[in-house]
C-alpha cells in the first residue's frame, strides 16, 4: 500500500515526516546530554523537588519548602509545627484535621497546601485571642464535649463553621451538619450542647 494514501493533504509523505520527526526526537536529548545539564522537563516531572510554598496560618505568613503533592496537614503539622490539627484517617472520612480555609471547613488531609497558598488557614491554635477562649472552645469545656479529645480540634472548627453557615438553628441541624466529624467515644450529645451554647456568642460577633 502506497503511504501516500490517505495522506492529509497532496503531497505529504508519511514515511519522509516520520522519518524527518524521529531524527528531531532524538536531537534534542542529545544536546541536553551534551551541555551535562538536566533538561527542564526532567525536573519538572520529579514530584519530590521542594518547591517554595507561602501559606497564610493564623494571620502570619510561612513560607516553606514542600513537596508540591504536601496536603495542608502536613504542612501545618510536618512543616509549621502546628499540631494541634489532628491525623486521625488521611481519608477524609473522620472530619479531624478539619481547618477554615478563608473561613470555610475543609478536610486539610484532602487539601493540597499549594492550592491554599495566598489564602487564610485558621487552625485550632489560632481561635484563643488575648488570653481567651474562642466560645466554641469555652463551650466544649464547659459541656464537658470531649473524652480522649482526638476529634476535638476537627470538631471545634467545624462547629464555628456550623455556626457561620446557618446550621446550628436545630439540634437535628447540628447534627446532620456536624455529622462529618466522627467522634468514636460518642460525646455527640455534649457536642450538640456545646454547638448551642456558643452559637448565640459567636453570631453576635
Ligand atoms: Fe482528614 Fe480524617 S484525617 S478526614
Ligand atoms: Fe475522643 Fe472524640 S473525644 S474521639
Not at 493564623?58 to 509545627?81: F, I, K, Q
Not at 466522627?182 to 455527640?188: D, E
Request: hydrophobic share 40%; glycine share 10%.
Amino acid at each position: 500500500m502506497s503511504d501516500k494514501i490517505n495522506s492529509p493533504r497532496p503531497g505529504f509523505d508519511r514515511r519522509a515526516f516520520l522519518t524527518g520527526a524521529a531524527g528531531t526526537a532524538v536531537a534534542i536529548p542529545l544536546t541536553a546530554r551534551a551541555a551535562n545539564e538536566p533538561s527542564q522537563a526532567a525536573v519538572a516531572q520529579d514530584p519530590a523537588a521542594p518547591v517554595q510554598v507561602t501559606l497564610r496560618i493564623n494571620g502570619e505568613s510561612r513560607t516553606l519548602a514542600l513537596d508540591a503533592r504536601t496536603t495542608v496537614l502536613d504542612a501545618l503539622r510536618e512543616h509549621a509545627g502546628l499540631t494541634g490539627s489532628k491525623k486521625g484517617c488521611d481519608h477524609g472520612q473522620c472530619g479531624a484535621c478539619t481547618v477554615l480555609l478563608d473561613g470555610q471547613r475543609v478536610l486539610s488531609c484532602l487539601t493540597l497546601a499549594l492550592a491554599a497558598e495566598g489564602r487564610e488557614i485558621t487552625t485550632i491554635e489560632g481561635l484563643a485571642a488575648g488570653g481567651k477562649l474562642h466560645p466554641m472552645q469555652q463551650a466544649f469545656i464547659d459541656q464537658d464535649a470531649f473524652q480522649c479529645g482526638y476529634c476535638t480540634p476537627g470538631q471545634i472548627m467545624s462547629a464555628i463553621a456550623c455556626v457561620h453557615e446557618g446550621h446550628a438553628d436545630s439540634d437535628d441541624n447540628i447534627r446532620e451538619y456536624m455529622s462529618g466529624n466522627i467522634c468514636r467515644c460518642a460525646a455527640y450529645p455534649n457536642i450538640v450542647a456545646a454547638v448551642k451554647q456558643a452559637a448565640p456568642e459567636i453570631l453576635k460577633g
